[in-house]
T-cell receptor, first 112, second 115 residues
Framework: RKEVEQDPGPFNVPEGATVAFNCTYS??????FFWYRQDCRKEPKLLMS???SGNEDGRFTAQLNRASQYISLLIRDSKLSDSATYLC?????????????FGPGTRLSVLP | DTEVTQTPKHLVMGMTNKKSLKCEQH?????MYWYKQKAKKPPELMFV???????INESVPSRFSPECPNSSLLNLHLHALQPEDSALYLC??????????????FGPGTRLTVL
């Protein structure tokens, strides 16, 4: 089983739609959780950290369920500029350093 | 300022060449990382330096040799690469604050082509 798994995608949605991405992780020692977005041929950029209480940043809402080892990202009122690959990242910090593990990513295309 | 810089942006090299990739950050971060990313795949961790010491080496071939001259700089020395090593090489840094939500910031990457 992969350490971090995500919806396989791609997701093709019309502008204005609400879209939800799911991510699961296998290591219960995971300490912190993130969503990054990556545009084609660019570096990953931090979208938001994910906390147990849930957090919201404008149109984006992230949730963490530690018991189920599950992370989600909800995008409301999708814009064309939201088209990108969304990467779920889990930090399994240990004595030897931080180990940020990436999921395979889910590609989103927002269509006019 | 959350900037990580990388040079060069693009690099084309032959299989017998020796080249180096450079990464720099001035955020006071004490952990720095090298990742390799192939098209349509997520970044794969290669090396982690914590407080200028190599802390994680993900069984990377010896033709890739990392170096951390100081807390702001990270190099990746390349020698006798293969065409399958062509990829986007990403550098990242983080505070390395244990027990907290340490966050990685990425540089723009070096796009490497091995002929």
């Amino acid at each position: 089983r992969k350490e971090v798994e995500q919806d396989p995608g791609p997701f093709n949605v019309p502008e204005g739609a609400t879209v939800a991405f799911n991510c699961t992780y296998s290591n219960s020692a995971s300490q912190s959780f993130f969503w990054y977005r990556q545009d084609c041929r660019k570096e990953p950029k931090l979208l938001m950290s994910v906390y147990s209480s849930g957090n919201e940043d404008g149109r984006f809402t992230a949730q963490l369920n530690r018991a189920s080892q599950y992370i989600s990202l909800l995008i409301r009122d999708s814009k064309l500029s939201d088209s990108a690959t969304y990467l779920c990242v889990v930090n399994i910090a240990g004595n030897y350093g931080q180990n940020f593990v990436f999921g395979p990513g889910t590609r989103l295309s927002v269509l006019p | 300022d959350t900037e990580v810089t990388q040079t060069p942006k693009h690099l084309v090299m032959g299989m017998t060449n020796k080249k180096s990739l450079k990464c720099e950050q001035h955020m006071g971060h004490r952990a720095m990382y090298w990742y390799k990313q192939k098209a349509k795949k997520p970044p794969e961790l290669m090396f982690v330096y914590s407080y200028e010491k190599l802390s994680i080496n993900e069984s990377v071939p010896s033709r890739f040799s990392p170096e951390c001259p100081n807390s702001s700089l990270l190099n990746l020395h390349l020698h006798a690469l293969q065409p399958e090593d062509s990829a986007l090489y990403l550098c990242a840094s983080s505070h390395f604050a244990t027990g907290s939500t340490d966050t990685q910031y990425f540089g723009p990457g070096t796009r490497l082509t091995v002929l």
